[in-house]
């Protein structure tokens, strides 16, 4: 296999893990625990591209949760930070979101396809620069605006965040077209 194929494989194997955010949050349980958040994804997605040979690190940046289940109107802000990685191939820092597996292009998330060279799309729109290590405090969540984040709304909104996920996976399995003679 030539190293844009080991890319790309390792890339499928990760994006393809279940996304949830009441997964693993670390890469060494990742597999293993068979489901995890951009934290656990982009971190094995960095360590498997390092154990390759690259330079890779870590990116973040500001976004807003999209607008289902309906339980994100609990919250008091939309906003997150998500988490994905970046890999110096042929000299250019190129973004690789592994986020999303693809059952969840059913519910209009972005699910990503790499080529092994160029960017891939983000799991979710920046809103705002990307942020490096050493590039001066993380982004933080309405850090701006002074909101307290209610933790029983926001434990809520996870419970049905990954409760709506579920379900889209069951109704993309249910609505895929079939193979075999009939």
């Given at each position: 296999?030539?190293?844009?194929?080991?890319?790309?494989?390792?890339?499928?194997?990760?994006?393809?893990?279940?996304?949830?955010?009441?997964?693993?949050?670390?890469?060494?349980?990742?597999?293993?625990?068979?489901?995890?958040?951009?934290?656990?994804?982009?971190?094995?997605?960095?360590?498997?591209?390092?154990?390759?040979?690259?330079?890779?690190?870590?990116?973040?940046?500001?976004?807003?949760?999209?607008?289902?289940p309906a339980?994100?109107?609990?919250?008091?802000?939309?906003?997150?930070v998500h988490?994905?990685?970046?890999?110096?191939?042929?000299?250019?820092?190129?973004?690789?979101?592994?986020?999303?597996?693809?059952?969840?292009?059913?519910?209009?998330?972005?699910?990503?396809?790499?080529?092994?060279?160029?960017?891939?799309?983000?799991?979710?729109?920046?809103?705002?620069?990307?942020?490096?290590?050493?590039?001066?405090?993380?982004?933080?969540?309405?850090?701006?605006?002074?909101?307290?984040?209610?933790?029983?709304?926001?434990?809520?909104?996870?419970?049905?965040?990954?409760?709506?996920?579920?379900?889209?996976?069951?109704?993309?399995?249910?609505?895929?077209?079939?193979?075999?003679?009939?």
């Open positions: 296999m030539d190293a844009c194929a080991e890319r790309i494989a390792l890339f499928l194997a990760v994006r393809d893990v279940p996304y949830a955010t009441d997964g693993a949050h670390d890469a060494e349980t990742l597999m293993a625990f068979g489901r995890g958040d951009c934290l656990a994804k982009s971190a094995y997605l960095i360590e498997g591209l390092r154990a390759l040979g690259y330079q890779v690190r870590r990116v973040r940046w500001l976004y807003y949760l999209p607008d289902r339980e994100v109107r609990l919250l008091p802000s939309r906003e997150d988490s994905a990685a970046e890999a110096l191939i042929d000299g250019r820092w190129t973004l690789v979101d592994a986020t999303h597996d693809p059952p969840l292009a059913a519910a209009g998330l972005a699910v990503a396809a790499w080529d092994g060279i160029t960017d891939t799309v983000p799991a979710y729109e920046p809103r705002g620069p990307l942020w490096r290590a050493g590039d001066g405090p993380a982004p933080v969540p309405n850090a701006d605006s002074g909101e307290i984040v209610d933790a029983e709304g926001g434990g809520r909104y996870q419970q049905a965040f990954n409760r709506w996920l579920r379900e889209v996976r069951a109704g993309a399995a249910t609505n895929a077209p079939r193979s075999g003679a009939g």
